[in-house]
């Protein structure tokens, strides 16, 4: 089983930026994927971006260029930064990863971008 813990959500001016953590805990060696999910005031969840055990990443359309998803196998983590800080990206920032093809989630960490 796999535990997903994010970090790193706050309030944040717009136009800065801002760095999530997921820490992935329990059996680790089988995720195949890690990610991140957003969710909106009154909006379903979004993608964001997800990154593969061998390093390929995927973006949301929504997320080119502002948002940067890495991560550290070693430790067992993955990050978001997030730069330019808009206030439509005010969401719940949900961390995800897929381990033996099931879905698991964290329970997220609240990003607030204030104008």
């Known amino acids: 089983q796999v535990h997903l813990v994010e970090s790193g959500g706050g309030v944040v001016q717009a136009g800065g930026s801002l760095r999530l953590s997921c820490a992935a805990s329990?059996?680790?060696?089988?995720?195949?994927?890690m990610g991140w999910y957003r969710q909106a005031p009154g909006k379903e969840r979004e993608l964001v971006a997800l990154i593969s055990s061998g390093g390929g990443t995927k973006y949301a359309d929504s997320a080119t260029g502002r948002f940067t998803i890495s991560g550290d196998n070693a430790k067992n983590m993955v990050y978001l930064q997030i730069h330019v800080l808009k206030p439509e990206d005010t969401a719940v920032y949900y961390c995800y990863a897929v381990n033996y093809a099931r879905e698991v989630w964290g329970l997220g960490t609240l990003v607030t971008v204030s104008s």
């Open positions: 329990g059996s680790t060696f089988s995720i195949s994927t």
